[in-house]
């Protein structure tokens, strides 16, 4: 039987409120549902996990950032001595970006790669002062999104000294801070646990400074 015209404009006004009811639910209604039910249970987690600080919020407990000194006239910047110091990232030119999360893509046996890993082995041997054969590998090699905030418990210890000699601070205050900060795995079992966060390590040494 042939449908007429006005079975057919029955047919897409009932089609047309479907549309606007699942809009109304699905796009206003439920949306906003979870939103206050994050901000009234969640809300730091909700609004970014940021960290603050006397001037507003200085980064975010998620996303790792570079602690390095600024590049001026006859000064080249590089990694700060009075900061614990994250790893390597490959998240944009710069490292450490959230708009350019990602990793080199650069297999185990790439040339490239085993360069750049042996020039940082020789870096941050002599930047904290230790033998190149004992920098721990999270030292070298960037994470797998480039926005890790956590390194190694080996890894911050290997820093101790090197942070608690340039800002004046006994070895073993320095290093409490650190234990203070290892976090062991998510629920028990997800992740390597034994790490640190070195954001907030650092707006804590920041504090006892």
């Not at 606007?20 to 979870?34: K, Q, S």
């Not at 490292?95 to 046996?109: E, I, K």
């Not at 998510?186 to 504090?207: I, K, S």
Request: glycine share 12%.
């Amino acid at each position: 039987m042939p449908l007429t015209l006005r079975t057919l404009l029955l047919h897409h006004l009932s089609a047309l409120r479907m549309l606007l009811v699942l809009t109304v639910i699905t796009g206003i209604c439920y949306p906003l549902l979870i939103t206050g039910i994050a901000q009234a249970a969640f809300p730091s987690q909700a609004n970014g996990s940021l960290i603050g600080g006397n001037g507003g919020a200085t980064g975010s407990r998620l996303i790792g950032q570079d602690f390095d000194l600024p590049k001026r006239e006859g000064r080249p910047g590089g990694p700060d001595p009075k900061w614990f110091q994250p790893r390597p990232s490959a998240a944009g030119s710069a490292g450490y970006d959230p708009t350019s999360s990602g990793a080199s893509n650069l297999g185990p046996d790439n040339p490239v790669l085993i360069r750049m890993i042996e020039e940082r082995r020789a870096a941050v041997a002599a930047f904290d002062g230790v033998r190149p054969s004992g920098v721990p590998v999270d030292a070298l090699t960037a994470s797998g999104s480039g926005l890790d905030p956590h390194i190694s418990r080996a890894y911050a210890n290997q820093q101790v000294n090197r942070v608690a000699r340039v800002r004046g601070l006994h070895p073993a205050t320095v290093r409490k801070l650190v234990a203070d900060h290892v976090e062991g795995r998510v629920g028990g079992f997800l992740g390597h646990g034994d790490v640190v966060n070195v954001v907030e390590l650092n707006r804590d040494v920041a504090g006892v400074a």
